[in-house]
T-cell receptor
Framework: NAGVTQTPKFQVLKTGQSMTLQCAQD?????MYWYRQDPGMGLRLIYY???????DKGEVPNGYNVSRLNKREFSLRLESAAPSQTSVYFC?????????????FGSGTQLSVL | GESVGLHLPTLSVQEGDNSIINCAYS??????FIWYKQESGKGPQFIID?????DKRQGQRVTVLLNKTVKHLSLQIAATQPGDSAVYFC??????????FGPGTRLSVLP
């Protein structure tokens, strides 16, 4: 049982380049999330998808777009990368309303924008 | 000026001692709280959770205490082991989709 799988694990971009971070979960969870983690700070929500077919902005959505491709997959796209987007990105999923509300996280993507 | 968030609070404990990690949460209406452990280069890993209708919950070697009066959450780790060395952070949820995460505390276990 893989849980939440993110690719790639590491990426280096030049300013202005674009890329897509991929995330897939095999736990049949309805909700999926993208967070960023910066040194010494708490995780901050970029975008989330409460269910297949819906997406909503989180705390720090500027410069990002997302796609909920199906129930399993939720991708994050940087259209024109900026140095301020250097961070570690985590995808997470959960199944609200089940009494087991916790977030399950992937192993992260470390992104550097030069 | 320097941002407080750049430097994580650090707790150093002797192997075998008990550890207590504290967290102040922000929203008095939050109803669900989680503690996560994050090892270097890895994603956050669930440790234990608690709902607002409880004051205490115990797991294997871990206990979470919730004090709603002062909006305080603590994680107690019994008989701390070297494998417990990590960053620990709390998260709160208010009946919604988003969780608010604390910056974390770095636990170092001394031999």
């Amino acid at each position: 049982n893989a849980g939440v799988t993110q690719t790639p694990k590491f990426q280096v971009l030049k300013t202005g380049q674009s890329m897509t971070l991929q995330c897939a979960q095999d736990m049949n969870h309805n909700s999926m999330y993208w967070y960023r983690q910066d040194p010494g700070m708490g995780l901050r929500l970029i975008y989330y998808s409460a269910s297949e077919g819906t997406t909503d902005k989180g705390e720090v959505p500027n410069g990002y777009n997302v796609s909920r491709l199906n129930k399993r997959e939720f991708s994050l796209r940087l259209e024109s990368a900026a140095p301020s987007q250097t961070s570690v990105y985590f995808c997470a999923s959960r199944k609200p309303g089940t009494g087991n509300e916790k977030l399950f996280f992937g192993s992260g993507t470390q992104l550097s924008v030069l | 000026g320097e941002s407080v968030g750049l430097h994580l609070p650090t707790l150093s404990v002797q192997e075998g001692d008990n550890s207590i990690i504290n967290c102040a949460y922000s929203n008095s209406a939050s109803d669900y709280f989680i503690w996560y452990k994050q090892e270097s280069g890895k994603g956050p890993q669930f440790i234990i959770d608690i709902r607002s209708n409880m004051d205490k919950r115990q797991g294997q070697r871990v206990t979470v205490l919730l004090n709603k009066t002062v909006k305080h959450l603590s994680l107690q780790i019994a008989a701390t082991q070297p494998g417990d060395s990590a960053v620990y952070f709390c998260a709160e949820n208010n009946y919604g989709q988003n969780f608010v995460f604390g910056p974390g505390t770095r636990l170092s276990v001394l031999p």
